[in-house]
Every structure is written in C-alpha cells, then in structure tokens.
C-alpha cells in the first residue's frame, strides 16, 4: 500500500523558514521523480519543485531561489526547505511520485498545511 505522509508545516511569519519533510511507503521510492505540489484556497494544485532518481532538481519560478528540494533514498524521504517565505506561499503541501512517462499513479496524501503570516 502506497503511503505519502507529509509533516513540518505551520504557522509562520513572512521571511521565516520552513522545512518539509514526506516520508513514502509501498514503492521503489529511488526510481520516482519526487514532487512536491501546493494547493491554495479556490486554485488548482500546482507543481512547487521536483527532483529526479539522478538528483536533477526544477522549481516553479515563483519559488526559485528560495525554496530546495532534497531527497535521501535510503529513509524514503523527500524535503522540502523553504525560506523567504511570503504570504502567497501559504498553501496545503503534498509530495507524490511522478514515473518516467509523467504520470502520477499513486493517491495523494493527506498534505502539510503552511501559513505564512503576521
């Protein structure tokens, strides 16, 4: 059974930082593109940073610079360290496991929510 169990949101204020943590069950986690997704209030999900069996990383433009993206392969775990977080930041986090045709065949998880506010 496929697990995504997301953690380390909460409240935070503008320019501090988070780390995000999803810890993966029930599949080769080491072959996976990982990604993490956000979903706002009334707006789709949209893809925040991915990263590659390899390591290759990509990030959306509204996060680059500020956001990394890590995985170990050995805790099955990917990371996500926000930092200069801003108000349009606030969202649910979710990570998932995207396979090399692109698609996504897993369920998603529960998610972290993060607020940035003051």
């Known amino acids: 059974q496929v697990q995504f169990v997301e953690s380390g949101g909460g409240l935070v204020q503008p320019g501090g930082s988070l780390r995000l943590s999803c810890a993966a069950s029930?599949?080769?986690?080491?072959?996976?593109?990982m990604t993490w997704y956000r979903q706002a209030p009334g707006k789709q999900r949209e893809l925040v940073a991915g990263?590659?069996?390899?390591?290759?990383?990509n990030y959306a433009n509204s996060v680059k610079g500020r956001f990394t993206i890590s995985r170990d392969n050995a805790k099955k775990t990917v990371y996500l360290q926000m930092n200069s977080l801003k108000p349009e930041d606030t969202a649910v986090y979710y990570c998932?496991?995207?396979?090399?045709?692109?698609?996504?065949?897993?369920?998603w998880g529960q998610g972290t929510q993060v607020t940035v506010s003051s």
């Open positions: 998932n496991a995207e396979s090399y045709t692109g698609t996504y065949p897993f369920s």
């Open positions: 029930g599949f080769i986690f080491s072959i996976y593109t």
């Open positions: 990263i590659r069996s390899g390591g290759t990383t």
